[in-house]
């Protein structure tokens, strides 16, 4: 699947998102949102790229309402993502992990896309300058949110509707994608025709598509789960990371393999084949990760690669979320792989 082509043959995202709009893809309005989420990603490269010079290493001092710590740059990633897809006019309502409920944007024009994203995920390892990344998905227009902003609704219940409006199933998914932040940048999305891979060329700081119609491999002996929650994990999953580890027919256990950035560990999963785990553990009975921002938007990618995102027994993109902040444990890869460990957790 690798695209091989000289220098004047290169396909920017740009140019690939036109070419999706004349074929009746996507509309116009999507490309406008994609292209704008394109455009936040690129100022938050550079952002991640810079932070050490530029002051932005360490905590906010604030705590978000998931009560986890907020790093300097989860904030200013945060008002990057929001800046850019309210500046589009096409985004109706946007949801960030980093927010305590959905927005209405006023300022919308047309399109009304509904936008979901954790702009900075894993922001862990930013100051040790370790692989981050963001992480979207759009779902259709739903009207009911944005019906009540002229009229004198009360903000509670303009609120209210907006959590509605955004708690849907992956299933519902028209685009997913993220961009990692790493030796390269790379922007990875999927409208459901497949799943594409651009390369941020610094030289003239657009996308480039390097790599299409990705598909991950069947199976892979490569693993990726904080084992260090290994004695909070229930039995059945202690057994099959054992499982794991005993050298099979090859002679060769698998390999550990563990960057705690979501995107990097899922990256490196979809391209070597292999298996990410976030468990439920005794602590976090729902696990870590975040239906709507993390494992939604990463299973459907995953899906167009003919690979498999599950919670250990169903189907993460069946899942309704009930709430907008909601944690579902993550088990996503190689088929074959995400296969074994809904045997073993049966
Ligand atoms: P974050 O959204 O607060 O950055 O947390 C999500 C990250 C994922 O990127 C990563 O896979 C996971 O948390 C790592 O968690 P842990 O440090 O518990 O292994
Ligand atoms: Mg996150």
């Not at 790093?71 to 850019?84: G, I, R, T, Y």
């Not at 897809?85 to 209405?104: F, W």
């Not at 899922?266 to 009975?285: A, E, M, N, V």
Request: a negative charge; charged letters at 25%.
């Amino acid at each position: 699947t690798s695209k091989k082509k000289s220098s004047y043959e290169i396909v920017t995202l740009t140019t690939w998102l036109l070419k999706q709009e004349q074929r009746g893809d996507i509309d116009g309005e999507m490309t406008i949102v994609l292209a704008s989420i394109s455009t936040a990603c690129k100022q938050i490269a550079s952002l991640v790229q810079r932070a050490p010079i530029s002051d932005l290493t360490g905590v906010q001092g604030a705590v978000n309402v998931q009560g986890e710590d907020q790093k300097k740059l989860d904030v200013v990633s945060n008002e990057v993502f929001s800046n850019c897809l309210k500046s589009s006019g096409r985004t109706g309502v946007i949801a960030s992990e980093e927010e305590d409920v959905p927005v209405a944007v006023e300022e919308s024009y047309s399109g009304n896309y509904i936008v979901v994203f954790d702009p900075l995920d894993g922001s862990s390892n930013i100051d040790a300058a370790v692989s981050t990344g963001s992480i979207f998905g759009i779902y259709s227009p739903n009207d009911e949110c944005l019906a009540d902003i002229s009229d004198d609704a009360t903000l509670d219940s303009v609120e209210q509707r907006c959590v509605v409006s955004v708690c849907q199933p992956g299933n519902n998914l028209l685009a997913a994608g993220y961009c990692m932040y790493s030796s390269s940048v790379i922007f990875v999305l999927t409208i459901g025709t497949g799943v594409y891979v651009f390369t941020l060329d610094p030289m003239y700081g657009e996308f480039v598509l390097t790599q299409e119609k990705v598909q991950i491999p069947k199976a892979g002996k490569i693993y990726a789960f904080n084992e260090g929650n290994y004695a909070m994990w229930d039995d059945k999953l202690k057994k099959y990371m054992d499982s794991l580890k005993e050298p099979g027919d090859s002679g060769k256990p698998y390999s550990a393999r563990y960057i705690g950035s979501l995107v990097g560990d899922f990256h490196r999963t979809l391209l070597y084949g292999g298996i990410y785990g976030y468990p439920r553990d005794k602590k976090s009975k729902n696990g870590k990760l975040r239906l709507l921002y993390e494992c939604a938007p990463m299973s459907f990618i995953v899906e167009q690669a003919g690979g498999k995102g599950s919670d250990g027994h169903q189907r993460i993109l069946d899942i309704v979320p009930t709430e907008i902040h909601q944690r579902v444990p993550l088990f996503i890869g190689s088929v074959e792989e995400v296969e074994k460990v809904e045997k073993f957790l049966a």
